[in-house]
């Protein structure tokens, strides 16, 4: 799919990496709308950007909110066949911590916005793609979901923060396999780690310490390279059923 027929909703499109993707797809022509819970942020790029953009405030765990936003959406873009999930919570929390063992809720909390959220969006969304007339290349849309690399080398406190990650990567196979029949694609970037407004209450030095820990480049990734390879997944549709980790080589360490 060419990136300026991208009909996209994003869900986390109002900051850090979705904020890049929503960038992305509207200098190259294509139309994008924001799923986002911050009206403020929200907001400020749909001004910023002008008529190719739309927010629309909606959290992802939540059915009634997707189903209405999903509608909405291709209403303004005449139809979807891009969808971004970025939407994400990262927690740190021990399982047997000084204050006691792991709050239960929390961890409940992470794995609903994280992984059950973006499956949310995936099968309203898809549902919506499968009315989609087929491109030349026989696909009718490409869903990109986040993870990270803590779903494959999470650290100390990180068993929530993981355990979500790890179940979208689990997720991408069997769900890519059953919409192949309707020509959607279905893949996941595993981001290192990437600036974004999640590191701007780091000073400096902890900044370029996370950066040293990069093997090549050393540095923390630009959220332009996420979208990049989100741009990259949506032009090549042999890219399917995958999980890409984009993170200068870094294998995180225990702690
Ligand atoms: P960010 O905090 O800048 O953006 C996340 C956005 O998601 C925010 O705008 C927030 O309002 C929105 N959001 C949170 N919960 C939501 C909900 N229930 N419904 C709708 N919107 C909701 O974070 P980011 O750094 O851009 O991260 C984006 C994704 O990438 C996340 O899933 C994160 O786990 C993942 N990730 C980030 C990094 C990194 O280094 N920044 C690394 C690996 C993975």
Redesign the pocket.
């Known amino acids: 799919m060419q990136i300026q027929t991208c009909r996209a909703i994003v ?9 890049a993707t929503i960038r992305t797809i509207v200098q190259n022509g294509g139309k994008a709308v924001i ?4 009206e403020e ?1 929200g907001l400020r790029l749909q001004n910023e950007l002008g008529e190719a953009v739309l927010f629309l405030k ?4 939540i059915d009634e909110d997707i189903q209405e936003a999903v509608s909405k959406a291709a209403a303004f873009m005449g139809g979807v066949n891009t969808v971004v999930n ?5 927690i740190a929390e021990k399982v047997l911590g000084r204050n006691g063992v792991h709050n239960l809720s929390l961890f409940s909390k992470v794995i609903q ?2 992984l059950i ?1 973006t499956f949310n969006v995936i099968r309203i969304a898809a549902e919506k793609m499968t009315s989609n007339k087929v491109n030349e290349q026989g696909e009718r849309g490409v869903i990109i979901n ?5 779903a494959y080398d999470g650290q100390i406190g990180q068993a929530a ?1 993981s355990a979500s ?1 790890g179940g979208i990567v689990g997720m991408t196979l069997p769900i890519a396999r059953e919409l192949a029949r309707y020509g959607i694609r279905v893949m996941t970037i ?10 701007d209450t780091l000073p400096q030095e902890a900044k370029d310490s996370l950066g040293n820990m990069v093997p090549f480049p050393s540095r ?2 630009f ?1 332009s390279e996420y979208a990049q390879l989100v741009q990259s997944i949506i032009e090549n549709p042999m890219l399917n059923g995958e999980t890409i980790r984009l993170d200068g080589a870094i294998r995180m360490q225990p702690k």
């Open positions: 869900t986390g499109g109002a900051s850090g990496l979705g904020e799923f986002d819970q911050s942020n909606a959290d992802v765990t970025c939407a994400g919570i990262g916005v994280n959220g986040t993870a990270s690399v803590a923060y990650k595993a981001p290192g780690l990437f600036h974004t407004p999640m590191f923390l990734g959220p």
